[in-house]
């Protein structure tokens, strides 16, 4: 398995696996692709913990539409990671002394 953080407000968008762009008509079902219950709060910022599977090289995310507003709630219109992690790089980050690690469901992080 692979991993990223993924700062809470942003969404997986396009997906590629070895071969190019994922296709779901080619591999006949979606990436396998989900966000943990583990996530780092640096400087005010939720970054959820996702997992993936070791065919994806590549994942394209991009700010999440709000609710209220058609539009993303930031600038950044999209941002490709090429470099996603291993289980020991997540170990290494959720010890980094600077980061604070919740484990918790969702709506008790938020508050």
Known sequence: MKYFFLSDGWKVGRVWAFDG???????????????LNLCLVEDNQIMWLYQVEEAIVTVEVQPALSAARETPP??????????????EQVIERLGNASAKCQLQDMHSVVK
């Open 21 to 35: 762009l994922w296709q779901v008509s080619a591999w006949r079902r979606h990436p396998e692709i989900e966000r």
């Open 74 to 87: 930031q600038n950044i219109g999209q941002v490709v990671l090429k470099r996603l992690i291993s289980a």
